[in-house]
T-cell receptor, first 112, second 113 residues
Framework: KNEVEQSPQNLTAQEGEFITINCSYS?????LHWLQQHPGGGIVSLFM???GKKKHGRLIATINIQEKHSSLHITASHPRDSAVYIC??????????????FGKGTLLTVNP | NAGVTQTPKFQVLKTGQSMTLQCAQD?????MYWYRQDPGMGLRLIYY???????DKGEVPNGYNVSRLNKREFSLRLESAAPSQTSVYFC????????????FGQGTRLTVV
């Protein structure tokens, strides 16, 4: 089974700061997902990527397949970005493409 | 576009009671999933359905049953609820196969007393 590690577990920032959340996994994958969960809320897919970099508004996700590592960056952070950010991977040796392995999440709090 | 809809949003059960969590998606997705989310742990797969007419066990299937009623609907049943099943349950769907985005419902917060 793939092991997915996120860091940091908790992150507090001031509004406007640049945020980086990291995700490492142990086994080769076919795709990596970044998800967002607001307190008491549902889960929203932010990105799915298998190589390179993707950008959506103030969010940027990168992945380095060789190093088995991905980062989620938030530029000009805002209090509404406060949420749990979850990394998930699918595929890889012995793993079905229909199933995802999830990290435990990073709780981000952005103070005004 | 509703996406993935779960009902109910909240439920309190007594130990031994049964209930069914409903999930429906309107995106014509082939694959559907049920996960549970517990404090300090990543989401864990309970059951999944790769396509209409098929279901398979995930990581934590004990105490649960599922039905893929049709392509849109995938229900999760607790036959005899236990306190260990207190959790937040998420239904999800994806088009199918690899490299496809997963869409999640809003979650069901279940408490078993």
């Amino acid at each position: 089974k793939n092991e997915v590690e996120q860091s940091p577990q908790n992150l507090t920032a001031q509004e406007g700061e640049f945020i980086t959340i990291n995700c490492s996994y142990s086994v080769g994958i076919s795709a990596l997902h970044w998800l967002q969960q607001h307190p008491g809320g549902g889960i929203v897919s932010l990105f799915m990527l298998s190589s390179g970099k993707k950008k959506h508004g103030r969010l940027i996700a990168t992945i380095n397949i060789q190093e088995k590592h991905s980062s989620l960056h938030i530029t000009a952070s805002h209090p509404r970005d406060s949420a749990v950010y979850i990394c998930a991977v699918n595929g890889g040796p012995g793993g079905s493409n229909y199933k995802l392995t999830f990290g435990k999440g990073t709780l981000l709090t952005v103070n005004p | 576009n509703a996406g993935v809809t779960q009902t109910p949003k909240f439920q309190v059960l007594k130990t031994g009671q049964s209930m069914t969590l409903q999930c429906a998606q309107d995106m014509n997705h082939n694959s559907m999933y049920w996960y549970r989310q517990d404090p300090g742990m990543g989401l864990r797969l309970i059951y999944y359905s790769a396509s209409e007419g098929t279901t398979d066990k995930g990581e934590v299937p004990n105490g649960y049953n599922v039905s893929r009623l049709n392509k849109r609907e995938f229900s999760l049943r607790l036959e005899s609820a236990a306190p260990s099943q207190t959790s937040v349950y998420f239904c999800a769907s994806s088009l199918q196969g690899s490299n496809t985005e997963a869409f999640f419902g809003q979650g069901t917060r279940l408490t078993v007393v």
